[in-house]
């Protein structure tokens, strides 16, 4: 296990710091990533790591940055550690979809795969369960 996993965890509230996702309702922990991965010059320092749920991870891998289709700029992914979520993504209590407020959390639904089929129907159980933060 990552040795930064308590810390990480302990502050993200055992929650994916990029979708929400409850980590109690998975049967292993959440993984610290690299919020700058160490490719990109990023570092180990708890400034840089955040609890993130596998498809976040996985999606997201070395990626800081995506396009917007509208704009065709590059925007910069959410960072944890100096975004506050609830000002770049908002949830559909009724469809279970994130939303992005702004460009940032936007590109970050896309490049995230944020909405996908499963993440949706798996919000939808969750903020019946009140286990997914509103």
């Not at 509230?13 to 980590?23: G, I, K, M, T, W």
Request: charged content about 20%.
């Amino acid at each position: 296990m990552n040795p930064h996993y308590s810390e990480t965890a302990r502050r993200a509230n055992h929650h994916c710091e990029y979708c929400q996702a409850p980590e109690v309702v998975f049967n292993f922990p959440f993984e610290v990533e690299h919020i700058i991965p160490i490719y990109k010059n990023g570092t180990n320092d708890p400034s840089n790591l955040a609890l993130s749920c596998r498809s976040c991870n996985l999606h997201k891998g070395i990626q800081i940055s995506g396009i917007l289709a509208d704009t065709e700029k590059t925007i910069r992914f959410f960072n944890p550690r100096i975004d506050q979520w609830k000002k770049h993504f908002k949830v559909n209590e009724e469809t279970g979809e994130i939303i992005g407020l702004t460009s940032i959390g936007s590109v970050t639904i896309i490049g995230l795969k944020m909405n996908g089929k499963t993440q949706i129907y798996a919000r939808k159980l969750w903020i019946s369960l009140g286990l997914f933060p509103s």
